[in-house]
């Protein structure tokens, strides 16, 4: 069975801190990686992709990506209350064209 | 990115009934697809919604069950039928766009209570 894991949290980062987010993947095949910012009653909102090893940066986002290890993160820089939510992470098939398996999501709390 | 509208945004239904939910997209998209969340939980691919062919559901959802139209490159519908209360959730359609990697964009979701 494919999966996606991450630790539910909740995370919790003073203001300006650096908040890491982490993923595993058990799909070998697994080509391309994203992560989701949800907020409370609305839908996952496209924060980062990511399809090669190394580290891809936009803005106050990093993802990093670590296929031997089967290994995904996301950090940000200079966490503000506004980064309040939860983050999924999402996996593509390297199989199924087009199917993300999302991981359970990450509850982060930046507080002031 | 893409536009995506879903209607109704929310909806309260009662048991035994059924739900057609609408998904529009601002532009020509290949691949469409239909998730769940439920309370508390993450996405649940529920199926592949494929244009002028029949839907490519996941294990565990079944068409009887979630029958889905695709008329066209735009537009996608998704029925919950016979609902229980065990069907209360969000559900959510998705379109991929290609970006130099292929990515799947949200709509708004749809708010399903079954009393």
């Known amino acids: 069975q494919k999966e996606v894991e991450q630790n539910s949290g909740p995370l919790s980062v003073p203001e300006g801190a650096i908040a890491s987010l982490n993923c595993t993947y058990s799909?070998?095949?697994?080509?391309?990686f994203f992560w989701y910012r949800q907020y409370s009653g609305k839908s996952p909102e496209l924060i980062m992709s990511?399809?090669?090893?190394g580290d891809k940066e936009d803005g106050r986002f990093t993802a990093q990506l670590n296929k031997a290890s089967q290994y995904v993160s996301l950090l940000i820089r200079d966490s503000q209350p506004s980064d309040s939510a939860t983050y999924l992470c999402?996996?593509?098939?390297?199989?199924?064209?087009?199917?993300?398996?999302f991981g359970q999501g990450t509850i982060l709390t930046v507080h002031p | 990115s893409a536009v995506i509208s879903q209607k109704p945004s929310r909806d309260i239904c009662q048991r035994g009934t059924s739900l057609t939910i609408q998904c529009q997209v601002d532009s020509q998209v290949t691949m469409m697809f239909w998730y769940r969340q439920q309370p508390g939980q993450s996405l649940t691919l529920i199926a592949t919604?494929?244009?002028?062919?029949?839907?490519?559901?996941e294990s565990g959802f079944v068409i009887d069950k979630f029958p889905i139209s695709r008329p066209n490159l735009t537009f996608s519908t998704l029925t919950v039928s016979n609902m229980s209360p065990e069907d209360s959730s969000i559900y959510l359609c998705?379109?991929?766009?290609?970006?130099?990697?292929?990515?799947?964009?949200f709509g708004p979701g749809t708010r399903l209570l079954v009393l």
């Open positions: 999402a996996v593509g098939a390297g199989t199924s064209y087009g199917k993300l398996t």
């Open positions: 990511i399809y090669s090893n």
């Open positions: 919604a494929n244009q002028g062919s029949e839907a490519t559901y």
């Open positions: 799909d070998r095949g697994s080509q391309s």
């Open positions: 998705s379109v991929e766009v290609s970006l130099g990697i292929e990515t799947q964009y």
